[in-house]
C-alpha cells in the first residue's frame, strides 16, 4: 500500500494540494486508474493535532488519525544507501527502519546515496550556504512540504554532498507534519 501522511489540526487538513498531487503522480506511475479526491474524504477531527494515514492502492483505500506529538530532531548521523530505493511514499518502511536502527545517539540519520545527500527516514533536508536555502536535487522522495517550498522559492535544489555539511551555517529538516524546522546540533558523521 502506498501511503500519504497529512498534518491535520482543528478540524483542518495541512497541504492537500501538494499531496493530492504526489498520490497522482504515485498512481500514474504504476498504472493504477484509481481516482481519490483527499479534499472531499480527508474528515479531521475537530480539535487538537493528528496525524492523518491515508493508506490506498488501485482499489481501495484507508483513513487513520493519531494523536501527535512531535519528535525532536536536534543530531543526524550520517549513513551510506547507494542502493536504497524510495520515490514512492509506501507503507513498507523495512529498509529506512533499518537505517534507522545505525543512528547510534543521534535522533535520526541522513542518508547519503552515490555520494550525494538525499533525506533522513521522516524528512527531506535542507542546509543554509551563503544565506540560500538548498535541498538535495536528489530526494529519495519529493516531500510535500519541499514542493511547496520550491514553488514558493523559500528552497532552491542543488547536488549536495557530505562536504557541503561544512559550508552550511544551518540544516533543517521539512516534513508534512514538522513542516519547516532547524536542526540544532546538526550533523554527526
Wanted: hydrophobic content about 40%.
Amino acid at each position: 500500500m502506498l501511503l500519504e501522511t497529512i498534518r491535520c489540526e482543528n478540524g483542518e487538513a495541512d497541504n492537500l494540494i501538494y499531496h493530492q498531487r504526489r498520490m497522482e503522480y504515485s498512481l500514474e506511475k504504476l498504472g493504477w486508474n484509481a481516482i481519490y479526491d483527499l479534499e472531499s474524504i480527508i474528515i479531521p477531527p475537530k480539535s487538537g493535532l493528528y496525524r492523518c494515514r491515508f493508506l490506498y492502492d488501485a482499489n481501495h483505500y484507508a483513513i487513520e488519525f493519531h494523536p501527535y506529538v512531535p519528535k525532536k530532531i536536534s543530531s543526524l548521523r550520517l549513513i551510506q544507501a547507494d542502493t536504497l530505493e524510495y520515490s514512492l511514499k509506501s507503507a513498507d518502511r523495512e529498509s529506512l527502519n533499518a537505517l534507522f536502527a545505525q543512528r547510534g545517539s543521534s535522533d535520526d540519520v541522513l542518508i547519503v546515496k552515490n555520494n550525494l545527500l538525499c533525506d533522513t527516514t521522516i524528512a527531506n533536508i535542507a542546509l543554509l550556504i551563503d544565506n540560500q536555502w538548498l535541498t538535495p536535487s536528489t530526494p529519495l522522495l519529493e516531500g510535500t512540504i519541499r514542493a511547496r517550498l520550491l514553488d514558493e522559492g523559500f528552497l532552491n535544489t542543488a547536488f549536495l554532498t557530505p562536504k557541503d555539511i561544512e559550508k552550511a551555517a544551518k540544516i533543517a529538516i521539512m516534513n508534512a507534519m514538522v513542516g519547516f524546522v532547524e536542526v540544532e546540533n546538526g550533523i554527526i558523521s
